[in-house]
């Protein structure tokens, strides 16, 4: 049986043509992927018109000390759910670490924590999740979905969510401008 080559701790950056348009242009910071499937964050949009505070605030957080910043599309699989993408400066009891810096919560305590100074200093914030069963994003990545690329702390806590496709695919070496859908043949 061949070895599952895991994609966790990687971006995993849609391609041009990718079929399934809540998709397009994506960046997903995967997660977990092991046997039983896959669960990554996508980080590249915005959800229009909510912010940090009013997320906090929904859970009777006071959000008075810390900056807005927008809350993320994490994906399409429970969009209520929220997750936090963060340093491993702060390690909470359901703190699973992804990459050699940087690690994902899903609990209020990271909330509360962020809120009372004392949490990571560096995450954002998502709602929602990109998933995948068992098997399945190993046979999207033979296919012209994704394209795998390293993860860097900077790109994921520091470039603008509409510009980390272009900036993670640049960090790859890859000018995304050039890049067209589908197959060539000779």
Same mark, same amino acid.
Do not use: Q
């Given at each position: 049986m061949d070895q599952l080559r895991s994609y966790a701790g990687q971006f995993l950056l849609a391609l041009p043509g990718m079929e399934d348009m809540r998709f397009d242009h994506s960046v997903i910071a995967i997660c977990v992927h092991d046997e039983n499937g896959a669960?990554?964050?996508a980080v590249g949009d915005e959800i229009e018109g909510v912010g940090l #505070?009013?997320?906090?605030?929904?859970?009777?957080?006071? &959000?008075?000390?810390?900056p807005d910043m927008p809350v993320l599309r994490g994906g399409p699989v429970e969009p209520r759910r929220g997750f936090?993408? #963060?340093s491993?400066?702060?390690?909470? #009891?359901?703190?699973?670490?992804?990459? $050699?810096?940087?690690?994902?919560?899903?609990?209020?305590e990271?909330?509360?924590?962020? $809120?009372?100074?004392?949490? &990571?200093?560096?995450?954002?914030v998502a709602?929602?999740?990109?998933g995948w069963g068992a098997g399945q994003l190993d046979q999207e990545m033979t296919?012209?979905?994704?394209? &795998?690329?390293?993860?860097? $702390?900077?790109?994921?806590?520091?470039? &603008?969510?509409?510009?980390?496709?272009a900036a993670a695919y640049a960090a790859a070496g890859?000018? $995304?401008s050039h890049l067209v859908s589908g197959a060539g043949s000779a």
């Open positions: 669960l990554g964050i #505070h009013e997320l906090l605030e929904s859970f009777d957080i006071d &959000p008075a000390n810390v936090v993408l #963060h491993l400066d702060w390690k909470g #009891h359901d703190m699973v670490e992804v990459g $050699a810096d940087w690690g994902l919560s899903g609990s209020l990271i909330l509360k924590a962020i $809120a009372e100074g004392t949490g &990571p200093s560096r995450y954002i709602l929602g999740y990109a296919g012209e979905s994704w394209f &795998p690329a390293t993860c860097s $702390a900077d790109i994921l806590f520091d470039v &603008p969510a509409e510009k980390k496709w890859v000018d $995304a």
